[in-house]
């Protein structure tokens, strides 16, 4: 079973002493974050770059699955070989 965005949001988040901090981890407000937390709107674009340049084991796809095709693969520069 595929997890929801909410729930993997939430799951990193736990890696951070707080939503906050999180939230400028990422640069992004934390009330967008609170938003996404609660499957309250979807993870934004951009967020969902910033997020997988984090956590390269996220699929796009996983956060926001509206935007991102199932096969879409994020190389960002110095991570290719």
């Not at 992004?28 to 993870?43: A, N, T």
């Not at 984090?54 to 096969?71: C, G, K, M, S």
């Amino acid at each position: 079973m595929t997890k929801k965005p909410a729930d993997i949001i939430n799951e990193l988040i736990q890696d951070y002493a707080s939503l906050r901090e999180f939230a400028r981890a990422i640069g992004e407000d934390g009330s967008d974050v609170m938003r996404w937390r609660y499957d309250r709107s979807k993870v934004t674009p951009r967020a969902v770059i910033k997020i997988c340049k984090l956590y390269p084991v996220l699929a796009p796809y996983e956060l926001n699955p509206d935007i991102f095709p199932e096969d879409l693969v994020l190389i960002f520069k110095g991570d290719h070989k």
